[in-house]
């Protein structure tokens, strides 16, 4: 069953501009993960924010967690063309848990 | 360092045939998954591996086979393909911790297709 969903399904901004994404989930969690998927290749980890932490940088990402409403985003400042990727949260649930539950992904279209 | 390796990238199979995905990672992680990736579906794990010599059943474990018999390898088998498993199949690594599930590292996936 997924875990977190991802909202919007798709999202298309011109070059230059932020683009926000968000993840809700359903129950309790460890940490949370934001991974970016191009086309054609394997998903790449970009950042982790732990249940006890509330915000998270990387760069040009800005991770946020709100734990009171089971919700994640991740914002991508001054996109780029090479941004344009899909992007996933991933759920880990703690302790024994040994997975990852991936949500279904929002489709981000950075146009130059 | 060439992370996680998948072989092949493509495969055609028809229906009843048997075959292995093979998953290698050199970064001498405990944990790896098997996941299979389908439209609009996101990410299902079908299997995982917490260390060498063990293996469990992730969401869609029917069908599908594992072996990890090498720190390094993980093999899916599929013993009798059926059109329901065309899909897009990705391994990943990660380094084994107690309570908390650490980033993992994602081959560039098997496209197969069953006829």
């Known amino acids: 069953s997924q875990q977190g969903e991802e909202d919007p399904q798709a999202l298309s901004i011109q070059e230059g501009e932020n683009a926000t994404m968000n993840c809700s989930y359903k129950?309790?969690?460890?940490?949370l993960q934001w991974y970016r998927q191009n086309s054609g290749r394997g998903l790449v980890h970009l950042i982790l924010?732990?249940?006890?932490?509330r915000e998270k940088h990387s760069g040009r990402l800005r991770v946020t967690l709100d734990t009171s409403k089971k919700s994640s985003s991740l914002l991508i400042t001054a996109s780029r063309a090479a941004d344009t990727a899909s992007y996933f949260c991933?759920?880990?649930?703690?302790?024994?848990?040994?997975?990852?539950?991936f949500g279904k992904g929002t489709k981000l279209s950075v146009i130059p | 360092n060439a992370g996680v390796t998948q072989t092949p990238k493509f495969r055609v199979l028809k229906t009843g045939q048997s075959m292995t995905l093979l998953c290698a990672q050199d970064?001498?992680?405990?944990?790896m998954y098997w996941y299979r990736q389908d439209p609009g579906m996101g990410l299902r794990l079908i299997h995982y591996?917490?260390?060498?010599?063990?293996?469990a059943k992730g969401e869609v474990p029917d069908g599908y086979n594992v072996s990890r018999l090498k720190k390094q390898n993980f093999l899916l088998g599929l013993e009798s393909a059926a059109p329901s498993q065309t899909s897009v199949y990705f391994c990943?690594?990660?380094?084994?911790?107690?309570?908390?599930?650490?980033?993992?590292?994602f081959g560039d996936g098997t496209r197969l297709s069953i006829l």
């Open positions: 990943a690594s990660s380094t084994g911790q107690l309570y908390s599930n650490q980033p993992q590292h």
């Open positions: 129950t309790s969690i460890n940490n």
């Open positions: 924010i732990r249940s006890n932490e």
């Open positions: 991933a759920t880990d649930t703690g302790a024994g848990s040994y997975q990852l539950t």
């Open positions: 970064m001498n992680h405990e944990y």
């Open positions: 591996s917490v260390g060498e010599g063990t293996t």
